[in-house]
């Protein structure tokens, strides 16, 4: 069973300590209060030493161990790791790049993932691992697989171009639907029977966009089907005991996976993140992977499966956490929706490409400060356990669609400098601090909830997604489209008509033509109170349609032009915005788009302190997170009890530098 407070620990690879380390492991588990761990997810090679011979000798003395310490375990297939012998044996199960190039193994997580050798190999082992371990006491929950969709998202051998036909088959009913949704008119591309279909290998120029988007759905669907696939012998096998797989859902760690298709299919939801140094700031980031984890889960609780007490190893730099970091990064998860506090890994390895990344045991053992704040940590965590199964409560939905992103990142575009994923962080961004928290929603979900609904850049927008923004606005919704909205549908072919087809009832408008900006080049942006903002990368014709204009371009080709605008339709209110604004003209906007929603200005909130609220039966929960380097005051709506220090709370609640406080509410 998943234990019954918040899941605190890691990835446990005891295969690479000698047994005498195991007993020390336990007993430092203990003492940190360590409740759940991920086993075996690298373990093959050891677990099938040939092929078909078992050896899980060593498999059960790890979870028989940990069975009698209380610890639970988050048991792993280890089917992203083939051993070598497989390899030998089957040396097209590699993988192939676009230029042909067939990869080595020797690394991880290298293998064609339509390969029938390797399809039958991973559910021989899977199942081996269900038959032996089901009824096993320690048991949790199972670990498929890791990090499907890195480091190799795509495959492109003869196994997968014939896996890419058949998917085409059912996807088409036959090749005359690929050429019609591939608009394979154009340049010669006409088909005349699915065999003449390769996967989008290298070519002498642009190949088609239709194709390279299928095969992005298609290498999508088919990781998927091989989760599915061990996840049915699992079901089979352990009835109850929930299956899940490590998702990456940081935008920048993962591009290749559509997630909320994902969610559907797992039991539970489970994340793994880590800081990127780029220079921003990084609990922003992960902010918003934590909404968006719990957004592909529904909004259901998650756990966090992996993060890191301290600096990674796999960027260019990569610093060391703050003291108290660590747990500021756990709680602000724990505040979005997470029941569990996990880490990649439980102790720092000596040897392989990982020993420089950072663990719960450091090298230097347990005289040292990481040492020190995870045994912290864990009893913190402790004290939070009452907070299972409340959920996180969103002010505003940011609609994002993965299918749209993969859309707008081929080739030949008006600008390769407009970025759907720096509009969907700099829109997160500009909410976050305005303190408001964010769900993301599918373009098609239902979104009658939210007060407010912001499409930071949606390039591919169906039909049916159209209808439903217009809808949503129709019954009284206040909405805000980033420009480059709305253009293609699920075919990356042009709405009919004016763009932005799928959006140009609903905001007023239509837009002639877009004319992005050199590097460099910015324009002024005039604002009804006489206000300048300033915009760069894009511009565009807008011809208001019923629209009011609120901003005007002051110079440049488009100046005379809307650069903002706002259509009263139906109860609601659209707001469109054709340039791309920097933070201050994008917090002016949403500030007149709060005011329409009707939201709670929050301005007595300290920059970067962060408030979130989880309710529920058990209560009603109170997350301050301050990441600043002073006392923060926040004001509380009601008294209630600090859980972290058991103090009393109410009035305006001091949360010390770097800090966080979780205040229950009483009633
Ligand atoms: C990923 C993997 C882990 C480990 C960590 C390091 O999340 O799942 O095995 O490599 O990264 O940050
Ligand atoms: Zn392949």
């Known amino acids: ?336 929706g997470s029941e569990g506090a996990m880490f990649f890994q439980w102790r720092q390895s000596r040897r392989g490409a990982e020993k420089f990344h950072s663990a719960m045991v450091p090298h230097g053992g347990t005289d040292t400060r990481v040492w020190r704040e995870v045994v912290e940590l864990g009893a913190s965590l402790d004290s939070l356990n009452t907070v299972r199964g409340t959920r996180t409560q969103a002010d505003v939905a940011v609609l994002w669609d993965w299918h749209s992103w993969w859309a707008q990142n081929l080739d030949w575009r008006p600008s390769e400098d407009h970025d759907a994923r720096e509009r969907a962080d700099a829109f997160y961004e500009a909410l976050y601090d305005r303190h408001l928290t964010v769900d993301f929603a599918h373009p098609e979900a239902d979104l009658s909830t939210y007060p407010l609904v912001v499409v930071p850049a949606l390039y591919l927008m169906t039909e049916a997604a159209g209808r439903n923004l217009r809808q949503y606005v129709e019954n009284g919704g206040t909405l805000v489209v980033s420009y480059f909205s709305g253009i293609v549908d699920e075919h990356d072919a042009v709405h009919p008509g004016a763009y932005p087809g799928a959006l140009r009832d609903v905001l007023g408008l239509t837009v002639e033509e877009f004319s992005p900006l050199l590097p460099g080049q910015s324009v002024p942006v005039t604002g009804p109170d006489g206000s300048e903002l300033t915009g760069d990368v894009w511009t565009e014709f807008v011809v208001p349609r019923g629209a009011e204009t609120v901003w005007t371009y002051g110079d440049g080709l488009t100046a005379g032009h809307p650069a903002v605008t706002r259509n009263r339709h139906g109860a609601g209110t659209a707001w469109y915005v054709s340039t791309r604004l920097a933070a201050q003209g994008l917090d002016a906007l949403l500030g007149w788009a709060a005011e329409d929603a009707r939201l709670p200005a929050r301005a007595d909130l300290p920059r970067d302190v962060e408030v979130v609220r989880r309710n529920g039966e058990a209560g009603s929960y109170v997350f301050v997170v301050n990441h600043t380097a002073s006392e923060a005051k926040v004001p509380l709506d009601a008294a209630g009890t600090e859980l972290l220090t058991g103090e009393r709370a109410s009035g305006r609640l001091a949360v010390p530098a770097g800090a966080v406080r979780v205040v229950r509410l009483d009633g």
Not at 104 to 121: L, V
Not at 215 to 234: G, H, P, Q, S, W
Not at 240 to 262: E, H, K, R
Request: hydrophobic share 40%; aromatic share 10%; with cysteine.
């Open 1 to 336: 069973m998943i234990p019954e407070g918040i899941a605190y620990g890691g990835d446990y690879n005891p295969e690479q300590w000698p047994e005498e380390v195991w007993a020390e492991d336990v007993r430092l588990m203990r003492e940190a209060g360590v409740n759940m761990v991920s086993v075996n997810i690298f373990a093959w090679a050891l677990l099938e030493p040939s092929e078909g011979a078992y050896d899980f000798e060593r498999l059960d003395r790890i979870l028989a161990l940990l069975h009698e310490n209380g610890i639970a375990a988050d048991l792993a297939t280890p089917t992203a790791a083939p051993p070598a012998w497989f390899f030998r044996k089957h040396p097209d199960a590699l993988p192939v790049d676009r230029d042909g190039r067939r990869l080595s193994y020797g690394s991880r997580q290298t293998f064609c993932p339509s390969s029938p050798a390797y399809r039958d190999a991973a559910l021989r082992i899977a199942r081996a691992l269900g038959e032996r371990y089901a009824d096993h006491p320690a048991l949790a929950m199972w670990h498929v697989h890791n990090e499907y969709g890195v480091p190799v998202s795509a495959c492109y051998c003869d196994s997968c171009a014939a896996h890419f036909r058949r998917w085409l088959e059912t996807t088409y009913g036959g090749v005359d639907g690929v050429n019609e949704a591939w608009g394979t008119a154009f340049w010669g591309q006409h088909y005349t029977s699915l065999e003449q279909i390769d996967p989008p290998r290298t070519a002498a120029t642009v190949g088609n966009p239709g194709q390279a988007l299928d095969y992005k759905r298609f290498a999508d669907a088919t990781m998927r089907e091989n989760f599915v696939a061990e996840r049915d012998i699992l079901h089979r096998l352990s009835p109850g005991i929930p299956v899940t797989t490590n998702f990456m859902t940081a935008l920048s760690q993962c591009d290749s996976v559509d997630y909320w298709a994902w969610g559907r299919e797992v039991d539970i939801v489970t994340n793994d993140h880590y800081l990127i140094t780029d220079g921003r700031r990084t609990h922003v980031n992960l902010a918003m992977a934590a909404d968006l984890t719990r957004s592909v889960a529904g909004g259901a609780p998650w756990i966090l499966l992996e993060h890191s007490t301290s600096g990674v190893n796999w960027q260019p730099r990569n610093p060391a956490k703050a003291p108290g970091q660590m747990a500021r990064n756990s709680l602000a998860h724990v505040a979005r």
